[in-house]
Every structure is written in structure tokens, then in C-alpha cells.
């Protein structure tokens, strides 16, 4: 008998169809209003699971009898509950290093958008304000040379600090966990504590993993801390950041800007945010490119096939 896969989200056709030439394969409809009764029916016989954006926690899984692999099509897994799923003995995947690129050039294209205000003067433009030569209110700031501090500096931090070293001239400072020399050398980043990278940057991008030690990690305090041109970049997760406190700095004009992908509730649907003139919103795209878009499910798929046929699949969060 063919082995079940609970298909979680929108899946490449390509991927879909060879899922369904190996298993018996159950896809949920995301935008299905009872989620969680179909799931919850579904997963009840599943092998494995595949897909991103939903969030699975003890509560929906319970009913999982025999499930081997959840096949995350994400670097992030921030969605799942990791100890109770290494608890049942249950492999969590992910698709790390195909998507640091894509996702470096995203937030260099916030920091930039947000910098020169590109879409409030694509708007400005289109409505047709462009009477005379711009003046004052649409001045941005300049990037090149200025000082980058990047919170994080993992494979995308280092990524996106690459690109601001090599391509900006920029000064590169950072703050993590622990130094990271071997990243760091080349580009001559300087470790610092987070309040002098917040006082001291230009720009500041996140770029950590959400857990513990870095949910809401970015609050008033630490807004108060940096510079009135400070242009502020998130593309790591929502909830590093106290959203509401960064609405009440760009409303203040407490900071210059800021260019954001992700945000505490996804989908964003109704914000302040979308009143405020110095923000780029962007709906989580950090990956979408349709090339590394198509990487992350071919490795997602292939960890998916390793587990059901028996081997250790490559990437392993809980293993
Ligand atoms: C990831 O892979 O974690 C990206 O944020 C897309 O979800």
C-alpha cells in the first residue's frame, strides 16, 4: 500500500505530481475556513507532511498516529513545536543555504527602497505630484559608505553584509549570540554590543532566528536608542520586533524608515502600517524567486523521500 503525505500548502505542480506518483497524497486547501478539522482528519494516517506557513503545535497534531517527517518548505521553523515533535520521534526538515542569496538580495532591495523612498515616490509619481522638481520631501538618504549593523550574522546576515561591504563600501558592524570570526574577517565587520549597533548604525537589519532569546527583542527602548536617519530593515520574523512600537517610532519619525517582510500576524491584513508613508511593505517574499523558490521544494521533497523510504534525510532540525 502506497504510503500518505498531507500536502500543507500551495506546492509546485512539478512536485506535486511526483508526490502523487509515490504516495497517496492529501492536499489541504489553504484558504479552507475549518483548517484544522481537515487537517486533523488528514494527518490521522499521513507518513508525512510537506508544505509551509502553517503553524503545528501539539494541539493539531495530536490525532498524527504513524507520521515519520514534517518537510518544511522554509530555512525558519519558528511554525513548529520541536520539542514535542523530536518528543514523538518525528523528524522536522528544513531547506536551509538554497535561499540565503534570494533572500539577501530582498532585504538589500528594502534597504534601498526604504532609504531612497522608491515606493512612496513610485505612488507620488503615478498620481501625478510630479508638478516641479523634487524638493526636500523627497529626499532620501544615502547608502553608500554610511555604517550597516546587522543583527545576526548567520548565512543571510553574512549575505546581506557581503553585499553592503563589496557593493557599498559600507562599514560593517554586528551583533550576535557570539562573535562570529570566520564570516566577519573578510569583511571586516565589527562585533559590538546590541545597544552601540543600534545607537551607532545607519542601517539595521534583523536577520536572527525567532526563539527565545530573540522574541521581541526590538521594542520601544530599543527604537529610542537609535538614529532620527536610522533606516531600520526587518526580513527575519515578525515577532523579533514589538510592532507597535516601531509604528509609533516611524510615526514619530523617531527613525527615518523602515523596509519590512515580515510582521507578528501573517497575512498582514489590516495595519497602521498601511497609513504611514515610511514603510515598504512587502507580503513575506523573502524567497520568492520562482528559481529558489523551485530549489526549496526539490530539497524539501527530497528530505521528504528520505525519511519515508527509510534513510536520514539532509536536513534535520530536531535530530
Ligand atoms: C523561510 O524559509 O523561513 C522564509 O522566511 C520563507 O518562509
Redesign the pocket.
Known amino acids: 500500500m502506497k504510503k500518505k503525505v498531507v500536502v500543507f500548502s500551495q506546492i509546485d505542480p512539478k512536485i506535486l505530481s511526483q508526490l502523487e506518483s509515490k504516495y497517496q497524497v492529501a492536499q489541504i486547501n489553504p484558504k479552507q475556513g475549518d483548517i484544522n478539522e481537515q487537517l486533523l482528519r488528514e494527518i490521522a494516517d499521513a507518513d508525512g507532511m510537506i508544505g509551509?506557513?502553517r503553524r503545528l503545535n501539539q494541539d493539531n497534531l495530536k490525532t498524527a498516529k504513524k507520521l515519520k517527517i514534517i518537510s518544511s518548505?522554509?530555512?525558519?521553523y519558528d511554525n513548529y513545536d520541536v520539542e514535542y515533535l523530536k518528543q514523538q520521534g518525528i523528524w522536522l526538515t528544513?531547506?536551509p543555504h538554497v535561499?540565503t542569496e534570494t533572500?539577501a538580495d530582498l532585504a538589500f532591495t528594502l534597504l534601498m527602497s526604504a532609504a531612497r523612498k522608491v515606493t512612496h515616490l513610485d505612488s507620488w509619481t503615478k498620481h501625478g505630484h510630479w508638478t516641479r522638481t523634487a524638493g526636500v520631501a523627497q529626499f532620501g538618504q544615502d547608502v553608500y559608505g554610511k555604517t550597516l549593523g546587522i543583527i545576526g550574522l548567520g548565512h543571510i546576515g553574512a549575505a546581506i553584509a557581503r553585499r553592503g561591504f563589496y557593493g557599498f563600501n559600507m562599514n560593517i558592524q554586528y551583533h550576535n549570540r557570539k562573535p562570529c570570526i570566520e564570516r566577519a574577517e573578510p569583511l571586516k565587520a565589527k562585533y559590538c554590543d546590541l545597544d552601540t549597533l543600534l545607537s551607532t548604525s545607519d542601517f539595521i537589519v534583523i536577520a536572527v532566528d525567532l526563539n527565545e532569546q530573540s522574541k521581541a527583542l526590538i521594542g520601544q527602548a530599543q527604537f529610542e536608542k537609535m538614529q532620527k536617519h536610522a533606516v531600520f530593515v526587518n526580513i527575519a520574523?515578525g515577532s523579533v520586533v514589538d510592532e507597535s512600537a516601531l509604528i509609533e517610532a516611524l510615526e514619530n519619525h523617531k527613525i527615518f524608515a523602515a523596509g519590512l517582510d515580515?510582521y507578528q500576524k501573517e497575512p498582514l491584513q489590516e495595519s497602521r502600517l498601511f497609513q504611514l508613508e515610511n514603510v515598504v511593505t512587502l507580503p513575506?517574499v523573502?524567497?520568492a524567486t520562482a528559481e529558489t523558490r523551485m530549489k526549496?521544494a526539490n530539497l524539501a521533497y527530497d528530505n521528504l523521500v528520505k525519511a519515508l523510504d527509510g534513510d536520514e534525510p539532509q536536513y534535520i532540525v530536531n535530530k
Open positions: 509551509a506557513g518548505v522554509s530555512v525558519g528544513n531547506t535561499l533572500t520574523r515580515v513575506h523573502g524567497s526549496m
